[in-house]
């Protein structure tokens, strides 16, 4: 298959957002945990004579991550633009006419398992608009967080797809779709 030069340029800013995405929620989660980080606040303060409750370590721990954080939401509105232009190419792109009828149970599982993923991409952007400006919506601050678990538990499909992916890909490549990964950067059949 052909990929045109606008569904390339898609699929690689795509890659590239995701990619940062979980960046940004693995640091959330881990080296800049907030509670891992209080705690270290706390300690660390405390070693030099400065006492401070939970809460205060708590409110620290966020202020070193907010720059971070605010990255996430820049890359969210990234994936809010790159999910409506993959929509735009769906319609208008002619690389993306599939024959379904023409393609292998494999290759047919393949791509409703594209078209899954830019759905569950679809929800994360617009949860992740919904959570940002949940007040300017007028929505509940109790709504606004079960939206957020709802985002947070939709991300861990994103999480495994990614490097299931990228393994399906080398293994294509190397086997029945010689040339795959090649095209994906030149645009030309191998």
Known sequence: MKYTLSFRIWHWLNATVVLALLGTVFLR???LSKHD???ILINKLLEMG???TEKQGITLAKSIRSVMWEWHIILGYALAFLVLYRIYLYFFDKSQKVDFSSLDLHHKAVKISYY???AILFFL???G???HFYQDLGLSKDFA???KELHELTYQVILYFTPLHVAGVFVADAKDDNGLISTMVHGKNT
């Open 145 to 147: 967080h079960n939206i």
């Open 37 to 39: 980080n209080a705690e």
């Open 116 to 118: 899954l993923v830019y």
């Open 29 to 31: 989660k881990t080296f």
């Open 50 to 52: 400065i006492e401070i």
């Open 125 to 127: 952007a617009l949860s």
């Open 129 to 131: 608009l919904v959570i």
